[in-house]
């Protein structure tokens, strides 16, 4: 029982065992490169990444074409939609192994880049842009910019011909629809790998020059496509998206078409709708079904922003511009420190009220996937991390410590050990291996982190626990006991967070979500055993456990609620809430925890979740979630005060 040294990574060239080589680095990427990318389908045998993608947030005085202008589209490239907004500071860019050797040898590229995370490295997101930013490259040329009111959606099964998305001439609303994806069968973590056969342009559209990747189509294209495929006045809708290879929009239920129904759609007879929503342009990003499946979110940072800047680039500078994110994740600095966060605060400022961004508080507040405590100098605190059987995707912990959190050192026990292995102090990274030499688990403990920029984060990552690929290293499943010991002499706050791992609406990649345990908490579902009680000693907490794409100091954050209230509450379950119960407990600076606002998300106890469009016209699904929650403040957002 010992940590192995971490290695010196293959794409990147840096020994991260160096004193010093983690600090302030992604966590992710190393760990990826400890494993050689295991978690992205890159399996024994099979050759690294040509490209990686980040996400890069650059220096305080540093700008999209000062990094274009010090570097080469052979071992950086970005979108060139990036050029379109002056003195913003964030961007995506797809990296070779030279960017990182150029990073350790040139002082210049080294000043503009303040950090950069990885994003989602599987499929076409390895691959070179189309087009991408070079020194002489001018803005995007406008396209046919759309004004007044015009509402954003990011999100994945976006039904653009359902009747709920047409004007009162029968024709699409959207006028812009980018799907980020590139094959017919993408790839993403826990699944097994398929042919990646490539979307056909003259179906799916062409590229997006600006973007790079992915595929547009135009509301002009949509409207003689669903006039082509129309009998005795209906759209074939199967037949249209057969035609536009989106066969995903057929399925019964596709989560972006619901929420994309409460953002902007008409209604029901019951309940019809008809307000500025109802009547708005559209402009649709579909995310690659990669992110989607990998709900870990590692390709979210990507993804996000360059949808952001989709949408932004088709909008002109008078538009009113509401954009709508359900989705999110559990883990990160939750304190809006994250590269996305801050990214989208920055574009939100720069459009000077002109943007507006709302997103989901997140449905966890029951999953116990949250620890927070003070040790005092000396103490210990043990958690209990439970990784199910059978999950075939990696598993995350995050431990958050504030500044001056120096002497918590960490051990790690796996399942079936009577002894840990050795404490791991700050600064310091390892593994602990099969009998082959693989990494079955991999804690990476800097003094900094490019997650966020107050403290630190230690990430613990478990391999999965099956795999029917024989070349899979697989661990333990079972209690992980973790343990936090403050060996100095003040007392120190911290946050463990589990990442998201379940499994996407409709799909099976083999994901099983991780937990906490402790005879403590609460599990009984008596009335009050849904909230926190400041006289429960557990470190499990419900209270902080939020959508890490939501605390933000400029996006509005939703919480859910019932439309009608109970004896057991108004609240969703699932939902953070307003006010805290849990307030008076210590937390890190700037953590956020509680929704900016609410909706109703759920009709009742007994009838969870809201009635509203299925992928079809005319077919209704109910969905719970407050995904469903933010397109309803989104909506509230559009029409204005008073609508």
């Keep these: 029982m010992a940590w192995q040294p971490l290695p010196t990574g293959a794409f990147t060239g840096i020994h991260w065992q160096t004193p010093g080589a983690i600090d302030g680095e992604d966590p992710y990427l190393i760990w990826a490169e400890a494993n050689r990318f295991a978690g992205y389908h890159c399996h024994h045998g099979k050759p690294l990444p040509k490209w990686l993608p980040i996400v890069i947030e650059l220096s305080a005085q540093a700008d999209v074409p000062a990094l274009v202008a010090a570097s080469s589209t052979r071992w950086l490239q970005i979108p060139r939609v990036y050029l379109d907004v002056p003195g913003l500071r964030f961007c995506s860019a797809r990296v070779k192994r030279r960017f990182f050797e150029q990073l350790r040898h040139d002082a210049h590229l080294r000043g503009l880049i303040q950090r950069f995370e990885l994003g989602l490295p599987v499929g076409h997101h390895t691959h070179a842009l189309v087009n991408p930013c070079t020194p002489h490259s001018p803005p995007t040329p406008p396209h046919k910019l759309l004004t ?3 509402l954003g959606l990011i999100d994945g099964g976006l039904a653009f011909a359902n009747e709920q998305f047409l004007n009162r001439h029968g024709q699409a609303r959207v006028k812009h629809f980018w799907r980020q994806d590139g094959t017919l069968h993408g790839q993403w973590p826990g699944n097994q790998p398929q042919h990646c056969v490539p979307l056909d342009p003259a179906r799916a559209g062409p590229t997006p020059p600006d973007m790079g990747y992915g595929h547009e189509l135009s509301a002009s294209r949509i409207d003689a496509a669903m006039a082509a495929f129309s009998r005795h006045g209906l759209v074939d809708e199967d037949a249209l998206y057969e035609h536009f290879q989106l066969w995903d929009l057929t399925r019964p239920v596709n989560h972006g078409t619901h929420v994309m129904a409460q953002a902007c759609g008409k209604g029901s007879l019951l309940r019809p709708m008809n307000d500025d929503a109802s009547r708005c342009d559209l402009v649709a990003v579909q995310l690659d079904w990669s992110n989607v499946l990998d709900t870990s979110g590692g390709a979210m940072n990507v993804s996000v922003l360059d949808g952001l800047m989709y949408i932004l680039a088709r909008c002109a500078p008078s538009a009113q511009v509401v954009v709508n994110i359900s989705w999110g994740t559990l883990a990160g600095p939750h304190d809006g420190t994250s590269v996305l966060e801050a990214a989208m605060d920055q574009l939100v400022a720069l459009y000077g009220g002109r943007l507006q961004i709302a997103v989901p508080a997140g449905n966890a507040y029951q999953s116990r996937t949250h620890a927070n405590g003070t040790l005092a100098p000396g103490a210990s605190e043990t958690l209990h991390w439970r990784v199910q059987p ?4 990696e598993s995350y912990l995050e431990i958050w410590l504030p500044d001056g959190a120096q002497d918590l050192q960490i051990e790690v026990t796996p399942p079936g050990h009577a002894q840990p292995l050795p404490a791991m102090p700050m600064g310091r990274g390892g593994l602990w291996n099969n009998a082959h030499g693989a990494p079955l688990c991999g804690l990476i403990y800097p003094s900094s982190t490019a997650l966020g920029h107050h403290g630190t984060c230690a990430l613990l990552a478990i391999a999965p626990t099956f795999s029917r690929d024989p070349s899979v290293a697989t661990t333990l499943p079972g209690s992980w006991s973790v343990t936090l010991k403050n060996t100095g002499t003040t007392a120190t706050l911290f946050d463990a ?7 996407a609406i409709g799909q099976n990649t083999g994901a099983k979500q991780s937990y906490l345990e402790d005879r403590r908490y609460d599990t009984s579902g008596n009335l009050g055993a849904f909230v926190d009680h400041a006289g429960n ?12 794409l939501s605390t933000g100091q400029r996006t509005v954050s ?17 939902s953070p809430r307003k006010p805290d119960p849990d307030a008076g407990r210590a937390q890190r600076p700037g953590v956020r925890k509680v929704p900016q606002t609410l909706q109703a998300c759920d009709d009742n106890p007994a009838l969870p979740g809201r009635l509203g469009t299925g992928s079809l016209s005319g077919s209704a699904v109910r969905m719970a979630g407050t995904s469903i929650a933010a397109p309803l ?5 559009l029409n204005g005060p008073g609508a």
């Design 148 to 150: 007044g009111k015009v």
């Design 390 to 393: 059978d999950d075939r995707t």
């Design 497 to 503: 967070y589990i990442e998201r791992d379940d499994v």
């Design 537 to 548: 000693t557990t470190p499990i907490r419900r209270s902080g456990t939020f959508n890490s």
């Design 558 to 574: 939703v919480g859910g609620v019932r439309e009608h209230a109970s004896s057991s509450g108004h609240f969703a379950l699932y």
């Design 633 to 637: 403040q989104a909506r509230h957002m």
